[in-house]
Antibody, heavy 123, light 109 residues
Framework: QLHLVESGGGVVQPGGSLRLSCAASGFTFSSHDMHWVRQAPGEGLEWVAV????????NYADSVKGRFVISRDQSKDTLYLQMNSLRVDDTALYYCARPKDNGYEYIRIIEYWGRGTLVTVSS | TVVTQEPSLSVSPGGTVTLTCALSSGSVSTAYYPTWYRQTPGQPPRTLIF???SRSSGVPDRFSGSILGDKAALTITGAQADDESDYYC??????????FGGGTKLTVL
């Protein structure tokens, strides 16, 4: 059964850094693109970043571009999000997510989600 | 690009309600693979409809998706009390850009 388990969240001061991890199991991690999606408390969902199955292509939401870096370690079946220059408005529950499957259609559908890890940016 | 959903809607039990999802940049296209999620408190989103109008496994057929005019739409027919939830739309604008709507809080009363 597919599992995505996020970790690494916590409280950090504005301007600080944090690295989130997402441990994947139950599927061939190295065959799938992966996403980070966040949700501020009481707010809606916001797409953050995507990385291709092989790690060669990445893209980011404008709100995090230049501050966040998505990466993956195929040997550990783990996805990462390095967050730098954190701001108060980065406070959110961060979800790791996977597309429905490969293929031109299913790769465009975010289907599987972890339970999230909470990041709080506060002085 | 901003995706706009109705912040809140209400429907009577047994009634029909349509939630919509609009793009600030223009018309919603099937090429954006509009997807609808339902989220209950403390849970991650669950897919209801993907690729405009395909129902996910286990989703009742009273949930349907479509393009209405220039928007993506989620229609719930025969609303039930436990349909009360937050609903989000999402679109894949390109192969490496995704956007989510702000969500609709649906009340059944």
């Amino acid at each position: 059964q597919l599992h995505l388990v996020e970790s690494g969240g916590g409280v950090v001061q504005p301007g600080g850094s944090l690295r989130l991890s997402c441990a994947a199991s139950g599927f061939t991690f190295s065959s799938h693109d992966m996403h980070w999606v966040r949700q501020a408390p009481g707010e809606g969902l916001e797409w953050v970043a995507v990385i291709s199955y092989d790690g060669n292509n990445r893209n980011y939401a404008d709100s995090v571009k230049g501050r966040f870096v998505i990466s993956r370690d195929q040997s550990k079946d783990t996805l990462y999000l390095q967050m730098n220059s954190l701001r108060v408005d980065d406070t959110a529950l961060y979800y790791c997510a996977r597309p429905k499957d490969n293929g031109y259609e299913y790769i465009r559908i975010i289907e599987y989600w972890g339970r999230g890890t909470l990041v709080t940016v506060s002085s | 690009t901003v995706v706009t959903q109705e912040p809140s809607l209400s429907v009577s039990p047994g009634g029909t309600v349509t939630l919509t999802c609009a793009l600030s940049s223009g018309s919603v296209s099937t090429a954006y693979y509009p997807t609808w999620y339902r989220q209950t408190p403390g849970q991650p989103p669950r897919t209801l409809i993907f690729s405009t109008n395909s129902r996910s496994s286990g989703v009742p057929d009273r949930f349907s998706g479509s393009i209405l005019g220039d928007k993506a739409a989620l229609t719930i027919t025969g609303a039930q009390a436990d349909d009360e939830s937050d609903y989000y739309c999402a679109m894949s604008l390109t192969s490496d850009i995704w956007v989510f709507g702000g969500g609709t809080k649906l009340t059944v009363l």
